[in-house]
Structures are given as C-alpha cells and as structure tokens.
C-alpha cells in the first residue's frame, strides 16, 4: 500500500487519469490477487482510519469488484468515484472517504456495526 498525494495513477503501468477528483491524501490499495471477501477486509482496514476527503484508489484483478466496490460504498456511505483504469492483467478503482460513513464490522466488512455514522437502514 502506498500512501501519497497526487493524481489517481495506475500503480504498474503508470497511466494516470486526466483529472484529480480530490485534494488531500491519496492511498493506493494493491488488491491484486484478492477476491471480494479479503479485499473488503483489506479495504476497511485503509479506509477506517484516513480522514475525510482521502481518495482511496484499489487496484484489483477481481472480476466481481465493480459490482462489490460500488456495493460497499452504498452500504457505508463512502464516495464510489468508478473505474479509473482498465489494465489488461488488474482494474483500479477509486473511492472518497466521507466523515459519516456507516462503520462496517472487522472481520465482516459486509454487515453494518450496530450504531454506527448514519441512522441504521
């Protein structure tokens, strides 16, 4: 995981996205590899502790990713920003982090924490 500031680039084969959708922090997320239970794991573990405003960018080979990634920032409330790039061998994806996001269990990255942020659904 690198943590920097600038624009969103492809990790590897260093495409880099016309625009940057935020100021401040951006951590980059190598999910590559991992499917959708681990990689939400690693996900909330970046995201719980980064400040608001702090884009999160998951690079990732999983094919159910953008049906999961733009799931899970529904369920929290975090910012699914959308596909950034599409390499041949990974995706990367990209996530703002939002102050009143829903908390999300540790080991269950997919159930919502019992008051936690916004009122429950």
Do not use: N
Not at 22 to 48: E, F, N, Q
Not at 87 to 93: E, G, L, S
């Amino acid at each position: 995981m690198a943590v920097g500031t600038g624009r969103l680039r492809c990790h590897g084969c260093g495409f880099v996205r016309g625009r940057r959708p935020a100021r401040g922090p951006l951590i980059t997320l190598d999910g590559r590899g991992m499917l959708c239970v681990r990689l939400l794991i690693k996900l909330r573990g970046v995201v719980a502790p980064a400040e608001p405003g702090t884009v999160v960018q998951v690079l990732t080979t999983d094919p159910a990713a953008p049906i999961d990634l733009p799931a899970w920032c529904h369920l929290t409330g975090h910012e699914y920003l959308g596909l950034v790039h599409e390499h041949p061998d990974h995706a990367v994806h990209a996530l703002r982090v939002v102050a009143d996001a829903r908390a999300t269990r540790p080991d269950r990255p997919w159930h919502l924490e019992r008051d936690s942020g916004r009122d429950s659904q």
